[in-house]
T-cell receptor, first 115, second 114 residues
Framework: GAVVSQHPSRVICKSGTSVKIECRSL??????MFWYRQFPKQSLMLMAT?????????EQGVEKDKFLINHASLTLSTLTVTSAHPEDSSFYIC???????????FGPGTRLLVL | GENVEQHPSTLSVQEGDSAVIKCTYS??????FPWYKQELGKGPQLIID?????GEKKDQRIAVTLNKTAKHFSLHITETQPEDSAVYFC?????????????FGKGTLLTVNP
């Protein structure tokens, strides 16, 4: 149980375009979803927390107008990187928790490369 | 805010030996401590967790210990196998507002040599 999927697993886009990443909880209802960013050989950096039906809460230094997060249902959250630039290239990972428990289950990640 | 320190940053062991990774945390309000294993190019996988009302937990070859007074917790892997090679992250969790927030350590690259 507690499976989280992400799509796409890898995406290459041109500078200035927008990219949408989907995160789904497959076998549980995710009341909260989290979006992380990870640079090579570094730890996970929390970008934002989203509760179903509410606006996302962004961490300090993360531009909410650049990283749009939508958590419209208990099984789906999306992250849209708007007007992507090469410095946005990174590994983006979502996680989800539900059922009143604090355990976060992570998706497999999405590798974004902006040319 | 919470600060989690993790040591060592790299660890190399021979197959069959034990591996120990240690973490310390700063916020006494943290009460949940998961450990994640991340293989190259993949997302972190939860391997074991412990809550602050428990001192030790074991799951086959993996065990975690927690010392609340000293604010440190450790991961122990016995009889290591090459497939245990990965980056391991410790984390500390506490409630912030209505949400649980995880703070991660910087990770330990474990290499198990055949």
């Amino acid at each position: 149980g507690a499976v989280v999927s992400q799509h796409p697993s890898r995406v290459i886009c041109k500078s200035g375009t927008s990219v949408k990443i989907e995160c789904r909880s497959l076998d549980f209802q995710a009341t909260t979803m989290f979006w992380y960013r990870q640079f090579p050989k570094q730890s996970l950096m929390l970008m934002a927390t989203s509760n179903e039906g509410s606006k996302a809460t962004y961490e300090q230094g993360v531009e909410k107008d650049k990283f749009l997060i939508n958590h419209a249902s208990l099984t789906l959250s999306t992250l849209t990187v708007t007007s992507a630039h090469p410095e946005d290239s990174s590994f983006y990972i979502c996680s989800a928790r539900g059922g009143g428990r604090e355990t976060q289950y992570f998706g497999p990640g999405t590798r974004l490369l902006v040319l | 805010g919470e600060n989690v320190e993790q040591h060592p940053s790299t660890l190399s062991v021979q197959e069959g030996d034990s591996a120990v990774i240690k973490c310390t945390y700063s916020d006494s309000a943290s009460n949940y401590f998961p450990w994640y294993k991340q293989e190259l190019g993949k997302g972190p996988q939860l391997i074991i967790d412990i809550r602050s009302n428990v001192g030790e937990k074991k799951d086959q070859r993996i065990a975690v210990t927690l010392n609340k007074t000293a604010k440190h917790f450790s991961l122990h892997i016995t009889e290591t196998q090459p497939e245990d090679s990965a980056v391991y992250f410790c984390a500390a969790s506490k409630m912030e507002g209505s949400n649980y927030k995880l703070t991660f350590g910087k990770g330990t690259l474990l290499t198990v040599n055949p």
